[in-house]
């Protein structure tokens, strides 16, 4: 395949609009390696791989720091891994939330999940409640209901 100066004009014009090597390649009638590959020779500006771009795509997007409230944080402002614990009433105008920095896989901070779990685990781990033999078991001297 030879470079004429048409195919090289038309070749530079496509880069510098964006299209990609393939598409060029079949307006070319050429490969999109022959492509990439005289355009690196023209020392045509660099792109960025197609492949990185997808994987920065992907990447999660930061959520915007919420703006905080001088007592707390609003329904609207809770983002995803900030504290939960409410205060007030919901119907409250000054209804807020704690909005820390809530521990991992759990939907509070810190002090939150001390008030809120048994030994800071969810109830979930601690097991089956009112079990007879353990403390806060119900009084079953009369046996189970029939």
């Not at 930061?62 to 009433?89: E, H, N, Y």
Request: glycine share 10%; proline share 12%; aromatic share 6%.
């Amino acid at each position: 395949m030879s470079w004429t100066p048409e195919k090289i004009e038309l070749l530079t014009s496509l880069w510098n609009q964006g299209w990609t090597t393939a598409r060029i390649g079949e307006e070319l009638g050429v490969g999109k390696n022959a492509v990439v590959g005289k355009a690196h020779r023209l020392g045509l500006p660099k792109r960025p791989s197609p492949i990185q771009r997808r994987a920065e795509e992907s990447e999660p997007k930061k959520a915007p720091t919420p703006k905080v409230q001088s007592k707390g944080i609003s329904i609207f402002d809770l983002g995803a891994g900030m504290c939960r614990w409410p205060f007030g009433d919901p119907g409250d105008e000054d209804f807020h939330f704690c909005g820390k920095k809530s521990v991992p896989s759990k939907p509070y901070c810190d002090e939150h999940c001390a008030a809120a779990y048994l030994n800071g685990k969810n109830p979930r781990e601690d097991g089956p409640r009112n079990v007879p033999g353990r403390p806060n078991a119900p009084h079953m001297a009369h046996g189970p209901k029939k």
